[in-house]
Structure formats: C-alpha cells, structure tokens
C-alpha cells in the first residue's frame, strides 16, 4: 500500500493497480483474450525489424548503445544494404518492414531527407508494404517529410508516465517532449505506436497504471509493452529486471483499454522468457517482431542483452510461422 500513500492516484489509476497486483489475474486474460478474438481475430502479424544505425545522440540510462558508451562498435547501415535486407524480408512473406535506429542524424537530419530515400526505394519495391520507422524524437517537419516519402507508422514509446522518473533514466529530454512527437505523428496520419517498459527501476504497478490510461489518452494504435532488462555495462547494471507476469498483466490490459490496437510480444519478453512470450498470444497480444538485421550488425545493436542466434530471414519467418500454428493462430 505504500506507493498509494506517496502520491496522488486517481480511481481509475487505483482500480487498475489493484487488479494487477490481484492475486487471480486469469479472469482479466481470458476477458482479453476474447476481445483480441472479436477484434483482430488469430491471425498474428509478423513484422520484420532492421536495425540500420546504432549511432546515438542520446543517453538512456538503460540503454547499452547510449551516446556514453564507449565499447560499443558504432555502425551504420548503407542505403543500398537497408534495401536488400527489405527486399530480401518481403520476399520472405514479411508485409510491415520496420526500420529501427538510434537519434542519427545522419539518417534524420536535414529535414530526414537520407530516410526519407530509403522508404521511397521500399516502396517503389513493393507499394503494399508498410514501412514502419523507429528513430526517435524528430522535429515536426521531418515526421512529415517522412510521412510524405511514403512511411506508415512511427513507433516511439513513452516508456515510463512519471515525468520525473523519466527525466532520472533520460537526461536528454522530457516526458513532456516525448509527448509532444507522439501527438505529432498522429496528427500526421501515421498509425502511431508507444509503449513501455514494466519493472523499470523506481516504477512500481501504480506506475504501470498510469503507463497504460496514457497509452489510452494518446489513442495508440499500436502498443509494445516489455520487460525492463538490465544492461551490464550501463549504470543500471545489476538491477532486478522486470517480470514476465507483470509484463504479460499489461498487455492484457492493454487489449481491454484499446480493444482495435496491434499489440506485440516484445522481443525483450523472449529474451526473458521464450515460453512467458508464447504465452502473451492468449493475454491480447496479435503482433510478432522478428530482427532481420544482417548478422555483421546484428550484435552490435546492443539495447539490451540477448542471446542472437544467425540470422536466416526465410527460415527464421518460417520457424515463427510453425509456432504460431501450433498454437492454433494464423500467421500473416
Ligand atoms: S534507448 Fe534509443 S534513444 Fe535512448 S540511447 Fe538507446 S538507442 Fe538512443
């Protein structure tokens, strides 16, 4: 009851933060369970991350390829490779490709006049793909430059509601800026995504309550919600890292609180658990990320650790497609 009594909650906060913390969850997960069965039905959408540029200008506390992190081997994909890798996922069966990077100027600046190359040539490949971009805070002008060139979505997550433990994990910037992108990408027409992570340190289930009525308030369309993971080589090193169950508690409630979003397992709940993320596809969850960065880059980008097999775009696709059937979804 402790972290009640620090600071205000509001009913709605309360009566989510009581219900996660409840000791029978399961009648919340078969409640969204029907509800991503009415709303999307089983397929499960797989989509195809490329992590081009692992360069950085900011320092996320949690991050192991923050700008301070001088062991990293920075790299950058070129445009001819990040083409490749796309046509080489496409072909594979992917339909949504997701372009994921640091704050790289080098792809973003300049009115992201480099990106915006890059997501005409994904599309001039094939017009039915939809490329998904993930690079951080951009000035407004640029989310539409972009959005012009033919992106989708945009993925930036809140990660955490409170605005002063946002502020201790990112000495870069402010909850409040991080909301102003985000209502940015949505009045640009992108399907917008955010998100967060459970079990960060300093965060409890009040502050998983109110990470999901934001996700509400912004009206995402889509939501990743995964595990706080400690990184050994940042100041984090050795925190507890966050649970599978709490994360797993979220995204249902995620599923009741926006019944129409995409929401994935995210890959740090697989790094945590790979049975905890099969499980997330009955709590609500209806959207699979699989990395298909060229294993030359693959272990560079190096957010959080995880154990990276080799990458085999059409085998990897494939083995995620048998699994989704064995657990009676449709793969798409
Ligand atoms: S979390 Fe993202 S923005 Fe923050 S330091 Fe890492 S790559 Fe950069």
Known sequence: MDCMTKREVTEKEREIWEALTGDDFSPIYEEADRIRQREKGDEVFIRAIIEFSNCCRRRCRYCGINADQRQVRRYRMSSGEILETAKQAIDAGYRTIVLQSGEDERFTGNGGEELAKTVRSIKEYDEDVAVTLSCGELPYDTYRNLREAGADRYLLRHETADAELYEKLHPCGTLEERLRCLRDIKALGYETGSGFMTGLPG?????????????????????????????????LAGAENGSAEMTKRAVAFARLLLPEANLPVTTALGVL????????????????????????????????????????????????????????????
């Open 273 to 332: 658990s790979p049975r905890e993320r099969e499980k997330a596809f009955s709590c609500g969850a209806n959207v699979i990320m699989k990395k298909v960065t060229p294993d030359r880059y693959k272990k560079d980008y190096d957010i959080y650790p995880a154990d990276l097999q080799r990458t085999d775009i059409k085998r990897d696709r494939r083995k995620i497609e048998e699994m989704l059937e064995e657990i009676g979804r449709i793969p798409v």
């Open 203 to 235: 965060a409890d289930a009040v502050t998983t309550a109110k990470d999901l009525l934001l996700l509400k308030e912004l009206e995402c369309d889509m939501a990743g919600i995964g595990p706080f993971i400690a990184h050994p080589d940042t100041e």
